[in-house]
């Protein structure tokens, strides 16, 4: 398990590092001495990123939770049914 941490927090440090590079480079595109862009274009930039940090951010929710939904089961009498719910 140490080696997978490790691992993980390597990789986390590079890929979040590149990440904060590239929006940094984003932001240089607001220079209007050299850019002319609309505030359409900004609102289409910024919907692009939020939605893929939010989805970033529902896979690692997805992971930690994934515990939840492994118990899950339609078998009669079993834990984790959908509302108690007889047919």
Known sequence: MAADREKF???????VN?????????A?????????????DVELIF?????ELAACRKSFELAMN???WVDFSLEEGREGGVGGEEE
């Open 66 to 68: 994934v515990q939840s």
């Open 9 to 15: 927090v390597r990789q986390a440090n590079k890929r």
């Open 47 to 51: 919907e692009s990123l939020e939605k």
């Open 28 to 40: 240089k595109l607001s220079n209007t001495a050299l850019y002319e862009y609309t505030e359409r």
């Open 18 to 26: 590149a990440a904060i590079r590239a929006i940094q480079e984003v």
